[in-house]
Nanobody, 125 residues
Framework: QVQLVESGGGLVQAGGSLRLSCAAS????????MGWFRQAPGKEREFIAA????????YYADSVKGRFTLSRDNAKNTVYLQMNSLSPEDTAVYYC??????????????????WGQGTQVTVSS
């Protein structure tokens, strides 16, 4: 059974940093592009960042570009989202997801095959 398990969320002050991790099991990790999405209360799920299966390409939403960095370690079946200069607007539940299709768009959440349970990130002002 495929599992994606996020960790690293928590409470941080504005301007602070957090690093989220997503550990995958029961799938051939290097065959999947990985993405991060977030959802705040009352808002739609929002694409944050994605990384190609080789790790050679990364994609970011404009809202996080320059502040967030996505990386992966295929030997550890883990993807990392480094979040810097956090603001209260970044408060949300953060989800990682795995996408098998090479032709599917990175930003479309419905293209992803597997999802983690989410981790809460709260940024206080």
């Amino acid at each position: 059974q495929v599992q994606l398990v996020e960790s690293g969320g928590g409470l941080v002050q504005a301007g602070g940093s957090l690093r989220l991790s997503c550990a995958a099991s029961a799938l051939t990790f290097s065959n999947y592009d990985m993405g991060w999405f977030r959802q705040a209360p009352g808002k739609e799920r929002e694409f944050i960042a994605a990384i190609s299966r080789s790790g050679g390409m990364t994609y970011y939403a404009d809202s996080v570009k320059g502040r967030f960095t996505l990386s992966r370690d295929n030997a550890k079946n883990t993807v990392y989202l480094q979040m810097n200069s956090l603001s209260p607007e970044d408060t949300a539940v953060y989800y990682c997801a795995a996408k098998f299709s090479l032709n599917a768009a990175y930003s479309r959440y419905w293209e992803y095959n597997y999802w983690g349970q989410g981790t809460q990130v709260t940024v206080s002002s």
